[in-house]
């Protein structure tokens, strides 16, 4: 069982792996690459990419052994290591063998982007997004080209899931769901124009029409100060029908 989210564990069994075990850098970095990998192959190429960015096939040849045996070792269980396939253009996780929270972390994200076929309250899949998936992908490992895009991928990838799962909650006239859900999207990056807008239909829907005008000048104010821009029409739309709502009342 390994775990990336939030910092690398490792369990065999019910046995925790302390992390000395690893003490490398780069041995953390090839077990992460073929975790997320979940049993393809990944080549030579490939991990020269990761560990020695400035490297080349000769570099791999001169250093990948000791950082392989590292692995092999911090992996071994009754004195062998079952986890760890090498061949001759790669190597590769068993599958078999593998669980990961990468896997569980997909699966959220189709939930998230499409909704489920099995019932399930928008208050447990929040529960998930805020509980197990509260943190970057390795957010120790820094400074690492792969790693550093892979985390921006992640992370923008549980966004849109949340920016649709608000759309669909408040569609669905659950609009406290639906401001949870954008509340975190824009925690989690609040350089995005759609969350500000998903923000604001849930505010609208929730008669929050105070925190909604709030929202609109926050966002006017992030997207004219650092990028230079206008709002959207849609942005502009949901800023008229809060004034005209507040005329009405008026």
């Known amino acids: 069982h390994v775990d990336l989210f939030g910092g690398m564990q ?18 953390k970095l090839l077990l992460a690459m073929l975790v997320i990998n979940r049993g393809r192959e990944v080549s030579k190429s490939q991990i020269v990419k990761m560990l ?15 950082v392989w ?3 092999k070792k911090a992996l071994s269980y009754n004195g062998s290591c079952p986890y760890l396939i090498r061949t001759q253009s790669g190597c590769r996780l068993d599958g078999r063998y593998l669980q990961s929270d990468i896997v569980r972390f ?10 489920s076929e099995n019932p399930i309250s928008w208050e447990m899949l929040y529960s998930q997004v805020s509980e197990e998936f509260s943190e970057d992908l390795l957010p120790s490992l820094i400074g690492n080209d792969e790693i550093d895009l892979l985390r921006d991928k992640y992370r ?24 949870w859900f954008a509340r975190e999207a824009i925690r989690r990056n609040d350089k995005r124009e759609d969350a500000y807008i998903a923000l604001m239909e849930a505010q609208i829907s929730s008669n929050q029409r105070g925190g909604a005008l709030e929202t609109y000048f926050t966002c006017r104010r992030f997207l ?3 990028l ?11 800023y008229r029908s809060i004034i005209e709502c507040e005329e009405v009342f008026e």
Do not use: H
């Open 106 to 115: 997909d699966e959220l994200c189709r939930t998230l982007l499409f909704g």
């Open 156 to 179: 923008e990838s549980l966004i849109d899931g949340l920016i649709a799962t608000s759309a669909r909650l408040n569609s669905m006239g659950e609009p406290r769901g639906a401001l």
């Open 69 to 71: 045996s590292q692995l």
């Open 52 to 66: 020695w960015p400035e490297g080349d096939v000769d570099t791999y040849k001169r250093n990948f052994y000791s």
């Open 228 to 238: 230079g821009i206008d709002p959207s029409m849609k942005v502009m739309e949901l």
């Open 224 to 226: 004219s100060e650092e």
């Open 10 to 27: 490792i369990r065999i069994g019910d046995e925790l792996i302390a992390t000395k075990m690893l003490s490398r850098k780069k041995t």
